[in-house]
């Protein structure tokens, strides 16, 4: 691929596939220098597939921290390991055991806050086949918790700003945590950029556009990066902004989004 893009790795848990390492060896080796790899995990990675990352170029790695199924220090010691490699720790808040939560995020900001991006978000599923109003009860219940919310407003996505403007030409400025809040995360029939900007990975290796397209049933994934007699050339190079078919978006919000001209 001969033109910046970013291959975001997810599941699942996309570390346990058998072919992992040698996948992202050849996501790195075939594409271009600006390119990354970015990997989501919950660092129940191998010690082993650690120092095999940290010596291939182009690789990061996104730490995603769940209170009630990962012992805090094992998952710090892992994040330690792969520090020279490691972008961002989210730390999901879960409203049933929101104190232990807030406990575990103060030490692992204190940790590694200054080395990369230490981030509170609520845990949310995202899934358009989910309960429709399940999401928004988590991001309720995370407003409600005002240590949280200050946290998140003052580090990382869900305080980012985001900017933008209306068909009046009339500009403002919002974040992922007010859009959540106020349900103003649809995007349906509006064209946005995710789809030429980044290539999300399944723990599978199939490709989809953005992350509704992995939660949605009826979708079947264009490509496969496992499938060796089929070459990516054609896929990569007819990477073009698609037009939001979902009700609801919850982790799109920093790629451009604008209405189709008429």
């Known amino acids: 691929l001969n033109r910046k893009c970013s291959f ?31 990997i989501q995990t919950n660092m129940s990675i191998k010690d082993e597939d650690i120092h095999k990352l940290i010596n291939i170029e182009k690789v990061k790695i996104l730490a995603s921290y769940h209170h009630l199924n990962c012992d805090t220090k094992d998952f710090m010691l892992k994040c330690l390991k792969s520090k020279s490699i490691l972008k961002q720790i989210t730390v999901m808040y879960q409203r049933d ?33 989910e309960d429709e109003e399940q999401p928004y009860r988590e991001i309720e219940g995370f407003y409600a918790d005002k240590k949280a919310l200050e946290i998140s407003n003052s580090k990382g996505y ?9 068909s009046s030409g009339e500009e403002f400025e919002t974040s992922p945590n007010e859009l959540w809040y106020k349900k103003q995360n649809c995007f349906k029939g509006m064209l946005c950029n995710v789809s030429k900007e980044r290539i999300i990975i399944d723990s599978d ?12 049933g009826s979708i079947k994934p264009k490509y496969n990066i496992t499938i060796k007699d ?6 990569l190079k007819n990477l073009q902004h698609m037009e939001c078919p979902y009700e609801k978006c919850f982790f799109e919000f920093n790629h451009k989004k604008f209405l189709k001209k008429n």
């Open 158 to 166: 869900g305080g980012a700003t985001l900017k933008g403007k209306l």
């Open 230 to 235: 089929r070459s990516p050339e054609e896929y």
């Open 97 to 129: 055991v929101s104190e232990s939560v807030l406990e575990a995020f103060k030490k692992i900001d204190m940790v590694f806050g200054k080395s990369c991006n230490v981030e509170l978000m609520p845990l949310l599923c995202g899934s358009i086949e």
């Open 8 to 38: 975001f790795l997810y599941g699942g848990e996309p570390t346990i596939h058998p072919q992992f390492i040698d996948i992202v060896k050849v996501i790195s080796e075939t594409s271009c220098p600006e390119s990354r790899v970015e």
């Open 205 to 216: 290796g199939s490709c989809y556009k953005c992350f509704n397209e992995i939660f949605d």
